[in-house]
């Protein structure tokens, strides 16, 4: 027998030594604390392991190229808020906290947390596994999967979007554009956009809200002024299908904790606007997203708190949601990561996940 096999068979031993007091498979899967203690000896024993290995082979005269990667796995703060979600597929996403933020890579069965930005920020968008951003007003960046982060740019920065290997930012009324592994913000075209506004991304296309109603299509090479599709109002929400697919929500005879709303769907790249269908009333607008070309979820609130989902295009509308626990707390980060994942933060405490499409919705437990 080999050294390195007889300091595994000591191991094993030492190992069987111990007495068991940890529940059997299935119940550390039920149990988050007791699943996040099992990974951290797991951890533990795979570093040693691979330490054995190597001095086992170092004593036998043979030198191995190991590598050991070191993973620094935390619990999700006690008493975490989520404040803002990202997800860049399936099973991958981060929720910004307090200061404070979660990641899961196996769609929300477990989470660990993550470092953050030390200051309280408003939102986060990730672009892949490595670049992500935190914001609101300023903004920091991750180009390390959020190990670290770093305060990159200064400025009043209300809405960031990432896709297609670039990132856009809306500053006061103007957007600023940088590559996703880069940190070099620079406006895009002097024409001013609506303070605050909506920017829907899907590939390379962006399309942002100017204050006079035009929907602006957005590139890192300037701004392109498209169609109205509210008229001379700044739509109450956008939502980018497609490159070229574009929907927008618009809102009329606003008052009583109601509004007439209007689905509208664009299919050139919002140069022209067609009607789709009515939402309910009940509350007013805060947001919209698509899971497909005819699925669409409206976010709105009054005395409680309402998702609108409609899968034929506009023509008939479900309430998904109904939530007066809250007290009309507002939705954001409405959205889709494909046709059946999608997320929201409830009132910045909550984060509600879709696995159907919108179809039904479901709190996160950290």
Request: glycine share 12%.
């Amino acid at each position: 027998m080999s050294i390195e096999d007889r300091l595994r068979q000591r191991l094993a031993e030492r190992a069987a030594e111990v007495p068991l007091r940890a529940p059997d498979w299935n119940s550390l899967r039920r149990r988050g604390a007791a699943r996040r203690r099992w990974r951290t000896v797991s951890a533990t024993l795979t570093v040693v392991v691979a330490a054995a290995a190597v001095a086992a082979s170092q004593l036998g005269g043979v030198t191995h190229k190991t590598s050991v990667v070191t993973v620094n796995r935390v619990p999700v703060p006690a008493g975490f808020t989520p404040v803002s979600v990202t997800w860049i597929s399936a099973s991958e996403g981060w929720v910004l906290g307090h200061a404070q933020m979660a990641h899961t890579t196996d769609d929300g069965q477990t989470w660990e947390g993550a470092p953050a930005p030390p200051v309280d920020l408003q939102g986060t968008r990730f672009a892949d596994g490595r670049d992500g951003w935190a914001f609101g007003p300023d903004v920091w960046a991750t180009h390390d999967g959020g190990r670290t982060w770093r305060d990159v740019f200064k400025g009043n920065v209300t809405t960031l979007e990432a896709a297609a290997g670039s990132a856009f930012a809306v500053v006061d009324d103007h957007v600023f554009a940088a590559g996703v592994a880069g940190d070099d913000w620079k406006p895009v075209g002097p024409d001013p956009v609506a303070a605050g506004a909506l920017l829907a991304r899907h590939g390379a296309a962006g399309y942002v809200a100017a204050a006079d109603g035009t929907v602006i299509e957005v590139s890192p090479n300037g701004l392109t002024r498209r169609g109205a599709p509210c008229g001379s109002t700044p739509p109450a929400g956008l939502a980018a299908v497609t490159t070229v697919d574009v929907a927008a929500l618009c809102v009329a005879d606003a008052g009583a904790g109601s509004s007439t709303k209007a689905l509208v769907i664009s299919h050139d790249s919002a140069a022209t606007w067609q009607a789709a269908g009515s939402p309910p009333r009940g509350g007013q607008p805060t947001g919209l997203a698509a899971a497909t070309s005819t699925s669409y979820v409206v976010g709105a609130a009054s005395g409680a708190t309402f998702l609108y989902r409609t899968a034929d295009g506009g023509a008939t509308w479900t309430a998904v949601l109904d939530d007066t626990a809250d007290g009309g707390a507002p939705i954001s980060d409405l959205g889709f990561t494909d046709a059946d994942h999608g997320v929201a933060i409830l009132g910045r405490s909550q984060l509600l996940r879709s696995l159907d499409g919108g179809a039904t919705w479901v709190t996160v437990h950290f």
